[in-house]
């Protein structure tokens, strides 16, 4: 018998809809078949957090083996870096107008944050949004 109608018919007084509910087993399952697959192909696995959009979840992830977090913007990358995230991966393409370049950088200073661009100008804009006494990591 399924038990997650059972688990919903128990809560739904409880419940402020729309609420989402993951069976817990079925979701360690999935994080550890994924990072299963990863490790066996010797594959770095950095989950979006459009995916599940919950700070736990992403734990569970980097816990079984997931090297960080990848978001769709700045402010998905700056939530998940207050929660304690240290690498995370800019998927979509951000183009640094108004606050997103200082924000990408204060993020940065306190986060591996990786930035993908379509192109030269894109990352033209970038570079022009580093802070002129910004000191790289390595420079000691």
């Not at 992830?61 to 960080?68: D, E, H, M, R």
Request: hydrophobic residues 45%; aromatic residues 6%.
């Amino acid at each position: 018998m399924n038990r997650l109608p059972q688990a919903v018919n128990a809560l739904v007084e409880r419940l402020d809809t729309p609420a989402p509910i993951v069976p817990a087993d079925v979701m360690r399952a999935s994080i550890d078949r994924t990072q299963g697959f990863a490790t066996e192909h010797s594959l770095d696995v950095r989950p979006h957090v459009k995916t599940h959009t919950c700070v736990e979840i992403g734990r569970r992830q980097v816990k079984t083996g997931a090297v960080g977090k990848a978001a769709g913007n700045v402010g998905e990358a700056e939530l998940f870096a207050a929660t304690g995230f240290h690498d995370i991966f800019l998927a979509y393409p951000i183009w640094p107008a108004g606050t997103k370049g200082p924000r990408t950088w204060r993020l940065a200073e306190t986060t591996r944050v990786w930035v993908g661009v379509e192109n030269a100008a894109a990352i033209g804009a970038l570079a022009d949004a580093v802070p002129d006494d910004a000191v790289p990591d390595d420079a000691g």
